[in-house]
């Protein structure tokens, strides 16, 4: 059996573990991923049932498999290629779930299954409501990191995006928050996946036709950004390298652009709003319960 490295378990300011040897094995045995859409893996889709390719960066559907499946992929790639016993993963998020409902619905559920490390990144869709209260979020977050810590388990938070074109108004309230989530780290003894600081998601070709949404290269990216919160190395130590600038755009495509994607997906999102609906009504999570990952090819 293979030896783990022995670190301290507190994160430095960077969100990552001191004194960890990032070739170390992960000591995780059981991950459970919560949270909402991002989480869920929209809109890095698996190939259909028939095997054939699913699009990426746009609705479908095919069952998605976004970062945290790809983060349980390295983590049960290094445990097995040492000698250790495959990574058993569980992914509980659900898209349109406001933070309310992942503390109500998902922590509970995730903490039954006795694991060892919780990925909890939600509240982004409470920041695009209008009466969003940032130190109210915040201290439900708390919360529900207290209660997973106190059984011992290690627990991964993400910072907010930095938004820009459409979105840029919610700069402001996604800083505070994320002002609050390394607070909330530091307090805890909690991992940090820094979304804010990973400077390739600040263009337009990591997102998805939506723009709130990552393409499979966006879901790479982050995934390898989530080994380094938990003080592992990337995958590609090349992660957080922007890409190549694009040309300019016209003001006319710029602006059709932007009415075809505000017709498209802002509508219909209002429309839901309007109706007190969500996007995730009815949809049960796609991993439910710990599987060793990744799961069997008939499974």
Not at 30 to 47: K, M, N, Q, T
Not at 205 to 220: V, Y
Not at 288 to 298: E, H, K, M, Q, R
């Amino acid at each position: 059996m293979a030896d783990v490295t022995t670190q301290d378990s507190t994160p430095t300011p960077d969100g990552t573990t001191p004194g960890a040897a990032p070739t170390s094995v992960p000591p995780w045995t059981r991950y459970v991923a919560i949270g909402d859409s991002f989480s869920e893996g929209l809109w890095d889709p698996y190939p259909y049932d028939d095997g054939s390719p699913a699009p990426g960066g746009t609705e479908s559907a095919a069952k998605q498999r976004g970062w945290a499946d790809r983060l349980a992929g390295a983590l049960s790639t290094r445990r097995t290629t040492a000698g250790e016993p495959a990574l058993a993963y569980a992914n509980l998020a659900i898209r349109g779930r406001l933070l309310r409902h992942i503390l109500d619905e998902q922590v509970d559920v995730a903490l039954a299954m006795q694991p060892d490390l919780v990925s909890f990144v939600g509240g982004g869709n409470d920041i695009l409501r209008p009466q969003a209260d940032i130190d109210v979020l915040s201290a439900r977050l708390e919360q529900g990191v207290a209660a997973i810590r106190a059984t011992g388990a290690d627990v991964l938070l993400g910072t907010g995006f930095k938004a820009g074109a459409g979105l840029s108004w919610t700069r402001g309230r996604v800083g505070q928050y994320n002002a609050n989530i390394w607070t909330i780290a530091r307090k805890h003894g909690a991992h940090v996946l820094d979304l804010w600081g990973l400077d390739p998601l600040f263009d337009l070709r990591m997102w998805a036709d939506d723009r709130i949404h990552l393409t499979p290269e966006g879901h790479r990216r982050v995934a390898d950004a989530a080994l380094v919160g938990l003080g592992q190395a990337p995958v590609d130590p090349d992660y957080a390298v922007a890409l190549d600038p694009l040309p300019p755009q016209a003001f006319v495509e710029r602006a059709r652009a932007n009415a075809q994607w505000a017709r498209t997906h802002v509508v219909p999102w209002v429309q839901r709003r309007i109706k007190h609906t969500s996007s995730g009504d009815g949809r049960a999570p796609k991993w439910g319960a710990p599987t060793a990952w990744p799961p069997a090819a008939d499974e």
